[in-house]
């Protein structure tokens, strides 16, 4: 599993920051959609990796599995191109709202 919102060699963006920095690319930030995902719903995340002296990053899809008070806890489920710091799909990852640069929300039965 991968565990914190900050790790040796990556770290995940925060997609408030992104949305200030080019709202036309990232949108407006709505806090209260990203606070509220349940289990089976989907985010997209963006990943930065620091390998040696160069930074890459990466956009991943990952499904809620687990919510807390103030976090998720999603497994990977798609990546455009994955890293040593991450080396298959299914790997387990903790995000906060903070973090979450798209959604979508899983079909539930009524």
Known sequence: MLTG?????WEISSARKLSESKPALFGVFEEEKRSSLKPGDWAKLKMK??????TT?????????????????GKINFAKSLTPYITKLGNVIDFTPEH?????EAERSV
Not at 49 to 54: A, D, E, Q, V, W
Not at 100 to 104: D, E, F, L, P, Y
């Open 5 to 9: 919102i900050k790790k040796k060699g």
């Open 49 to 54: 990796f620091f390998l040696g002296n160069s």
């Open 57 to 73: 990053s990466a956009y991943i899809w990952v499904q809620v599995e687990k919510r807390t008070e103030k976090a998720y806890q």
């Open 100 to 104: 979450i640069i798209q959604i979508v």
